[in-house]
């Protein structure tokens, strides 16, 4: 359905529109069997964990008794952070970086409307300027000038008259509708005339136009609008959409959106990784040999591999039967 995109008044200045953004949040603890610290490197009361990987020998360090990998926990946290984190990457993404894109203009009746009941647009500019709004961006625009009367007792506002005249002039979301309201006793030559106006876009122009085109719109119109009278408003509202046409359709860029996005791209990264690797670690652990205290290391005699005792019968680098050491054999002795 079309949604407001904002309007003004000549006493009351411009607002944005009433379109609004959807949004979910996230928060809340989570539960779950805390995961045992493991490190590359020894710390106090840890188990060194060993296995072989090429030849080479690896370690890990473990406090207690190694847990089994929990696959689908892993896949479990990674989905709650891929849904936290992706729509607010992709919705930053949008916001920082518009490339705006015509609407195809012959995918719908592409009609401009130009109905002005009050006669303040006759021999003006402001056809020739919707018609060249329409041809830049694909949005068909409609203008519609009426007297306070038509609405006022009628509907709740003029955003609820705007509304129903979209439905009434269009069967499509592609069309933008400026309405404008003209006070029924004004007069010629009067300075100050309290006119107030609406727009209403329908909701397939977003490749075209987004929010912040909206608001510059909305800018454009009231600043003209302030500076017509009544036999120059046609060609103040003909200004509004020109400047329009000539900038609106830009490639728009929020530094701070753009910073915003990259900040959730490095987190995203960083907790994906982080969480890949301690499974990969509690892996490992699982399926690795623990060392006993009185472990050592040496350097295979024939092609230098290290290994450490009590975990390999074979060197892991060329496969040399390992020979029973004589410091074992003291220290076994020392512990019996």
């Not at 949040?25 to 990987?53: C, D, L, N, Q």
């Not at 926990?73 to 015509?102: D, H, K, N, Q, W």
């Not at 979301?173 to 004004?186: C, G, I, M, T």
Request: glycine share 10%; charged share 20%.
């Amino acid at each position: 359905m079309p949604h407001a995109s904002g309007g003004g008044s000549h006493g009351g200045g411009s607002h944005s529109g009433g379109s609004f953004h959807t949004g979910s949040h996230f928060g809340g603890s989570h539960g779950g069997a805390s995961i045992p610290h493991i490190s590359s490197r020894p710390y106090k009361g840890a188990t060194r964990y060993v296995w072989y990987e090429g030849g080479v020998c690896r370690s890990l360090y473990q406090k207690g008794t190694p847990a089994k990998p929990n696959l689908t926990g892993t896949i479990a946290i990674a989905a709650m952070y891929s849904l936290f984190l992706v729509p607010m990457l992709v919705f930053s993404l949008v916001m920082g970086l518009f490339i705006p894109r015509a609407v195809n203009t012959a995918s719908y009746n592409a009609n401009i409307v130009l109905e002005d009941t009050v006669g303040l647009t006759e021999g003006s500019s402001l056809e020739a300027a919707l018609t060249a709004f329409r041809d830049k961006t694909g949005v068909a625009p409609g203008v519609e000038i009426v007297k306070e009367s038509v609405w006022q007792g009628h509907y709740e506002s003029l955003n609820t008259f705007a509304y129903s005249e979209y439905l009434r002039l269009f069967d499509d979301e592609k069309h933008w509708l400026l309405v404008l309201s003209w006070p029924d006793d004004a007069e010629e030559g009067v300075e100050f005339i309290d006119w107030s106006w609406e727009g209403m876009l329908g909701d397939d122009c977003s490749s075209a136009i987004n929010s912040a085109s909206e608001d510059a719109f909305t800018k454009l119109v009231q600043k003209h609008l302030l500076r017509a009278t009544s036999a120059t408003l046609g060609d103040s509202l003909a200004a509004a959409y020109t400047e329009f046409t000539e900038t609106g359709m830009k490639l728009q860029v929020n530094s701070f959106a753009l910073l915003m996005a990259g900040v959730c791209a490095l987190l995203y990264a960083g907790l994906m990784y982080k969480t890949v690797r301690s499974y990969q670690k509690q892996k490992r652990v699982a399926d690795a040999t623990p060392v006993t205290e009185t472990a050592r290391e040496y350097n295979c005699e024939y092609c230098g591999s290290l290994y450490v005792t009590g975990t390999v019968t074979k060197c892991p680098g060329c496969g040399a039967p390992i020979p029973a050491r004589t410091e074992e054999t003291q220290d076994a002795q020392k512990e019996g």
